[in-house]
């Protein structure tokens, strides 16, 4: 779950009971200081999705887009951290994919029973595209679950909003998120053909190709472990060692030994999270082709969300939606656990490519390119069907998802707007209480 916000408190009365039907009291209302004042439009489109049974027409601080600051520090964001979301509403915004699936999924609780569940990303913005020299496309799994896609148009359309807020050439929100929405709907009537945007040619022709300097980047952003947890680490990685060796034979146990590891501090919206980075000896003891292996805990679902994940945080989950979403799976994953404490939990991990590259918005250079990169994400979101699911179930996975869209279509549009200004309204508050 991610930490910080306020009214941070189950957002089951607000969200999951309407969503499945039930009717809940009305939450306490939280302190007029500590939550964003909601926008006209947010109370007119709260108004409008109404559900009569419960007559209810807000959905509560627990959906607040404004982050507490303090406890934002409490829970380990560095200065570093705090003055990227100083600088950027987008990037402000990369912390709220709870908050936003909240909302939406409160928002659509009138029509819930017309949205089948499908396998979304759960947090679908801009920049979590990623280049490597192979691949592209969204990627950065840890939110997926099973849900209505609706959570995933409002987020991407939302994420596309906020970035035109921020780019230095003449960008036109409704025309990118009308590409994003018609693309979205072609890829659910027929299967969608992926082409290569043009931004992801010139990204690559800059990506590095000297495999030494690569492996020193990443080298570069692990922190030192406790030499007590690094024992513990080294001692459970054996655990690692016999589940690769038992599903790829073709690799010698000497290709995990480990040559370091350490704690890894990147992103935004997982910049909170639990995260080490290995360095593993590969085919051969030549440096040149050691490889880098992220390793991740699964953060627990909020109880309040309509995208089911499991419980318990899990960890396999994440690689199984990376197989149905994902542009690739990893040269090398698993899961582990790392520490003999009772109730450890569970790690997944992930082989970076060399040359990783995730997309800033810096990099997107003009209208076309946006659009190009939002029909790319739009045809990966929507089109996984047509390759993943059994074949007798693929006309009823077409008719069912066409149907819902068609539903959703326009409110969804209406909603990312919404939530693209009250949350560059609660970044403008987060950082006057500096």
């Not at 570093?80 to 999924?105: F, G, M, N, Q, W």
């Not at 947090?123 to 490597?132: K, L, M, P, S, Y």
């Not at 959570?151 to 807020?165: I, K, P, Q, Y």
């Not at 929507?382 to 008719?399: I, K, M, S």
């Amino acid at each position: 779950m991610s930490l910080g916000r306020t009214g941070s408190a189950a957002f089951v009365a607000c969200v999951v009971l309407p969503f499945l039907g039930g009717c809940p009291a009305a939450p306490a209302p939280p302190p007029a200081a500590s939550v964003a004042p909601a926008s006209p439009n947010t109370r007119l489109l709260a108004a409008a999705s109404r559900d009569p049974a419960c007559g209810s027409d807000t959905y509560g601080s627990d959906a607040s887009l404004l982050l507490d600051r303090a406890r934002l520090r409490a829970n380990g964001a560095t200065p570093a951290l705090l003055a990227k979301l100083d600088t950027s509403a987008h990037r402000y915004a990369r912390l709220l994919a709870v908050e936003t699936a909240a909302r939406t999924c409160f928002a659509f609780r009138d029509v819930r029973w017309h949205l089948p569940v499908v396998a979304i990303h759960g947090d679908a913005h801009v920049e979590q595209f990623v280049i490597t020299p192979k691949t592209f496309g969204l990627e950065d799994f840890d939110q997926a679950g099973f849900g209505p896609a609706v959570v995933d148009l409002v987020r991407f359309a939302s994420s596309l909003r906020l970035m035109c807020r921020e780019t230095k050439w003449q960008c036109r929100p409704d025309d990118a998120v009308a590409a994003f929405f018609r693309a979205y709907r072609e890829a659910l009537d027929h299967p969608p053909k992926r082409t290569l945007p043009a931004v992801v040619d010139r990204v690559r022709g800059r990506l590095p190709h000297d495999t030494a300097a690569w492996l020193a980047w990443a080298d570069s952003l692990t922190q030192p472990l406790a030499p007590a947890q690094e024992k513990a680490t080294k001692d459970r990685w054996a655990d690692f060692i016999k589940l690769l060796t038992d599903t790829q034979t073709d690799r010698p146990r000497a290709f995990y030994d480990i040559v370091r590891v350490g704690s890894l501090r990147m992103g935004i919206g997982s910049a909170l999270e639990t995260k080490l980075l290995f360095r593993v000896r590969g085919e051969t003891d030549a440096p040149t082709d050691d490889v880098i292996l992220e390793a991740r805990v699964a953060s627990q679902p909020p109880s309040s969300s309509c995208v089911w994940r499991p419980a318990h945080g899990g960890s396999l989950h994440t690689l199984m939606f990376m197989s149905l979403l994902g542009p690739r799976l990893p040269e090398v994953f698993g899961t582990v656990v790392l520490d003999d404490a009772p109730g450890a939990p569970e790690f997944w991990l992930q082989a970076w490519e060399p040359g990783y590259y995730e997309l800033p918005i810096s990099d997107i250079e003009s209208q076309a390119e946006l659009e190009e990169l939002a029909i790319d994400a739009a045809r990966q979101l929507a089109g996984y069907f047509w390759t993943q699911f059994p074949e007798p179930l693929r006309v009823h996975q077409r008719y069912v998802q066409l149907r819902a869209f068609d539903i959703v279509d326009l409110r969804a549009r209406a909603l990312s707007k919404v939530i693209a200004d009250d949350t560059v309204t609660a970044w403008q508050q987060f950082r006057a209480a500096k």
